[in-house]
């Protein structure tokens, strides 16, 4: 089977070196791989996402000498997939609808002990786990949108032990089974206020979809894997194997802050510099 990787950026703003480290790095492990190589925008978030980065973020990746497969997939146009998903799960019983605000969690969860998540945000509280029906009912005909969260305890208890391989991807190191440990997230989000999904959601449905075997990320990703992998169970998706690479801007931005350069590849390029050069700032 021919694997198959993917580079999945946000359109929120250009790119700079630490997306130009991790396309490249995903772009030579799939090579040496012999994979295919697809692109996906994750544009879910319309007040943040802009077809101008879009475009951008293109023009930069083939700059640097990435070829992809066409038609890129941007899950603005995947939501039926999404609302799928979710169906799926509030049919096992596992979705609750979730209501309040940032500032009422802000303030059930100031006192000392709440437990946080692996990104430090606190656990959403219990309240609304198990609201009677006529209570959302009136809720929502009072005009409330709320967002939709998973029942954690009950998904990991469905699910039971789960597992992923880290580092099949990397020819120079060695594949290791990580154990997922999806509850250190409590009841994650997984349909905003605003959009029919969430990242967690959309990132399994669609690496389902794209029939991804390799996912080449950051390390910053590593911990919401656990969630990935307990949804890919859920939803009866098959698991890639994961490859969490190191992240690049806090080094390599920080000296070339020294030179007083920004370093967004647009800066980089209109400074003159190479793709070649570029490989070189990012260690690659
Ligand atoms: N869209 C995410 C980002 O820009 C990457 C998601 C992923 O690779 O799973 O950071």
Request: one cysteine or more; glycine letters at 8%.
């Amino acid at each position: 089977m021919t694997p198959v990787f993917r580079f999945a950026p946000s359109p929120n703003g250009r790119l700079h070196l630490g997306h130009a480290y991790a396309a490249m790095r995903d772009y030579d492990l799939c090579r040496r791989a012999g994979g295919r190589f697809l692109l996906r925008i994750e544009d879910i978030d319309p007040e943040r996402s802009r077809p101008q980065f879009e475009a951008a973020i293109l023009d930069d990746l083939a700059w640097l000498g990435l070829v992809w497969e066409e038609p890129v997939m941007r899950q603005s146009e995947r939501m039926d997939a999404y609302r799928a998903a979710l169906d799926r799960l509030r049919e096992l019983g596992l979705l609750y609808p979730a209501f309040m605000s940032r500032k009422e969690i802000a303030e059930a969860t100031a006192g000392p002990g709440w437990p946080r998540d692996p990104d430090g945000a606190p656990h959403y509280p219990p309240r609304d786990r198990d609201l009677p029906a006529a209570e959302v009912e009136h809720r929502l005909a009072e005009g409330a949108r709320p967002a939709l969260r998973l029942r954690m305890d009950r998904a990991v208890a469905e699910a039971g032990d789960l597992h992923w391989i880290e580092g099949g991807a990397d020819s120079n190191g060695t594949d290791e089974r990580r154990t997922a440990d999806p509850a250190a997230w409590g009841d994650v989000i997984l349909a905003r206020r605003d959009v029919p999904t969430s990242y967690h959601l959309a990132v399994v449905v669609d690496d389902a979809y794209q029939g991804v075997t390799h996912v080449v990320r950051g390390r910053d990703l590593l911990h919401a894997t656990s969630v990935h992998v307990l949804l890919q169970h859920l939803l009866g998706l098959p698991r890639p194997h994961y490859h969490h690479h190191r992240l690049i801007v806090d080094a390599t931005g920080a000296k070339l802050s020294k030179s007083a350069r920004d370093t967004t590849l647009a800066d980089l390029r209109a400074d003159g510099a190479t793709p070649a050069e570029i490989r070189d700032m990012v260690g690659l």
